[in-house]
């Protein structure tokens, strides 16, 4: 036989990252966003004479990456979109109908004293 528990049953499904992991994420995002700009720079400069305007470009998304990069590495934590209820409720059983009484069958749709053939009792 399997036990009944009749207990709350809790969810877990909305519960947020680990601290651990989110400061990991935030800087992994960190150092990847501060590669790519110091290959920007790199390529301004080494690009300058060659092509002025992708220098230019590299030059500038080197100067404004940092500023991006603290933001996001700094944003916090995530949020919930909706947290959930404490407990899932249990699944609720079909009711049985109840047998119909034995004095149901006899009364039917006529019962208001008159018997069979229209004739009054």
Do not use: C, H
């Amino acid at each position: 036989m399997r036990k009944q528990s009749g207990g709350e049953v809790f969810r877990i499904t909305g519960a947020r990252q680990g601290l651990a992991d989110d400061v990991r994420g935030r800087q992994r995002r960190y150092v990847i966003s501060m590669s790519v700009r110091t290959v920007s720079v790199v390529l301004a400069a080494v690009l300058w004479n060659v092509e002025r305007y992708v220098a230019i470009v590299a030059l500038a998304l080197g100067v404004l990456l940092p500023y991006v990069a603290v933001v996001i590495a700094n944003a916090g934590r995530e949020n919930t979109p909706s947290l959930p209820s404490t407990f899932a409720p249990a699944p609720m059983r079909p009711v049985l109908d109840a047998a119909p009484a034995a004095g149901a069958a006899e009364s039917g749709p006529e019962g208001d004293g008159v018997g069979r053939g229209g004739e009054s009792a």
